[in-house]
């Protein structure tokens, strides 16, 4: 009957990686604590490592251990992790090569480039940019891409139709009982039931005990409109470096499409009847509509 040793009882080898490694040397003399950074090497280990395992497929008498046996395991578990990084190591040596995704997914027997970047990934968990985040995918890198010229393809559309929107926004500013009715809205209602937990009212979004959550985005178009007028009566300068390059109208143009992709942001909210009831407005309701399916169309021509 084998009898169960204490932790303290057990051999080093089968409690600590480094020990374990040691353990599995071939030369006798090297049996030491490994030291934080030093490199293991497959070949000094894979003699006595095959020789175990060998014993535990019989073909070799089974004279093994204990300790050679839960030295094995614990080694084991380093290989993973070796294995692991040599082969995100060797994945970025590939693409350094230019070597394409498709090629890689190849070697690694996966079924296509998409899946091989996911394994890189996967490797790379460990192993974060100096900011925090982690390497994306092609097919992100390219939807990333798509959003980007999407939303500048936006932005420059707002600025040429900066008239019609700045138009819009003051007749939608305009309406006397706008953060009333917006305060009202379906979609106020369902926040203010959510807010309160009242089941009641939840259930029925007419109930009077609900009280209205006030919304933002009206002020928010005010604070935009008073914005804007103060920049087009008197236009910020341009700082020293950007006259040096003679970008003032540039800039200036980036500017007014900041302010103005902002505006066009605000209005898109009474596009939808959840949001504010403008069926007493029926002409600029669907002006509107129009204005907002206008820039996504044009948005999406430019993905």
Not at 70 to 77: C, E, F, S
Not at 117 to 128: C, F, G, I
Not at 143 to 163: K, L, M, V
Not at 189 to 208: N, T
């Amino acid at each position: 009957m084998t009898t169960q040793k204490s932790r303290n009882e057990q051999p080093a080898a089968e409690l600590d990686r480094d020990r374990a490694w040691a353990h599995l040397l071939e030369n006798p003399g090297g049996v030491r604590r490994q030291q934080h950074g030093d490199v293991r090497r497959l070949l000094e280990i894979a003699r006595t490592y095959d020789r175990i395992c060998q014993r535990a497929e019989g073909y070799l008498q089974p004279d093994v251990s204990e300790t050679d046996i839960l030295a094995v395991l614990r080694v084991i578990r380093t290989l993973h992790d070796k294995l692991d990084d040599d082969e995100r190591m060797l994945l970025s040596l590939a693409r350094s090569k230019t070597i394409t995704w498709a090629r890689i997914a190849t070697a690694l027997e996966l079924s296509g480039r998409q899946s091989a970047e996911r394994r890189y990934l996967q490797l790379s968990k460990a192993y974060r940019r100096p900011d925090g985040t982690l390497p994306r995918t092609q097919s992100e890198r390219v939807e990333q891409a798509r959003e980007q010229r999407s939303r500048r393809a936006e932005r420059e559309w707002a600025r040429c139709h900066a008239r019609t929107i700045r138009m819009i926004a003051s007749r939608l500013a305009a309406i006397p009982d706008l953060q009333t009715r917006v305060d009202h809205s379906k979609e106020a209602r369902l926040l203010a039931a959510i807010r309160s937990s009242d089941s009641q009212a939840l259930a029925g979004l007419d109930s009077a005990r609900t009280e209205p959550v006030p919304m933002v985005w009206p002020s928010a178009l005010a604070e935009c409109l008073a914005e804007d007028e103060r920049f087009r009566t008197a236009p910020p300068e341009a700082d020293d470096r950007v006259r040096e390059l003679g970008d003032e109208k540039w800039q200036l143009q980036q500017q007014e499409a900041d302010i103005v992709h902002r505006m066009l942001g605000l209005i898109t909210y009474a596009a939808n009847p959840r949001n504010i009831d403008l069926t007493d407005h029926p002409e600029l309701a669907a002006t509107i509509v129009q204005l907002c399916a206008e820039s996504q169309a044009q948005s999406k021509i430019r993905r």
